[in-house]
């Protein structure tokens, strides 16, 4: 089992910036290093899509048309936890994030990897982009 928990969420004015943590506890030990995560979102009304994920082995990183150059995923070794920092924020960025974890095993993902094949959820963090 796995449990994953996002934070960072908040308000944050146009052109402004945040960044999103996601945390583990479970079979990974406590870390996400080495294990192919995503940050989907979720807008009122929407679908909830990808905008960033990570593979293992390479560690390939990928993100949606509409957040490249401006979204980065890294890894906080000493936090241990998958960060996303978000530049240069948009109102259409406004959604529910939610890290998302695939599972054990070596995998290859990227933002067109289907919600339904990631295995453990978290609950969300709230991101409003507003004036």
């Known amino acids: 089992q796995l449990y994953l928990r996002e934070s960072g969420g908040g308000l944050a004015q146009p052109g402004g910036s945040l960044t999103l943590s996601c945390k583990s506890t479970?079979?990974?030990?406590?870390?996400?290093?080495?294990?192919?995560v995503a940050w989907f979102r979720q807008a009122p009304g929407k679908e909830r899509a990808a905008v960033a994920s990570?593979?293992?082995?390479?560690?390939?990183?990928d993100y949606a048309g509409s957040v490249k150059f401006r979204f980065s995923l890294s890894r906080d070794n000493w936090e241990k936890a998958l960060k996303l920092e978000m530049n240069n924020l948009k109102p259409e960025d406004t959604s529910v994030y939610y890290c998302?974890?695939?599972?054990?095993?070596?995998?290859?993902?990227?933002?067109?990897?289907?919600?339904?094949?990631?295995?453990?959820w978290g609950r969300g963090t709230q991101v409003t982009v507003s004036a």
């Open positions: 990570i593979s293992t082995g390479n560690g390939r990183k």
């Open positions: 479970g079979y990974t030990g406590g870390s996400l290093d080495g294990y192919a």
């Open positions: 998302a974890e695939k599972g054990p095993g070596t995998w290859i993902v990227d933002t067109r990897t289907p919600e339904a094949d990631y295995t453990f």
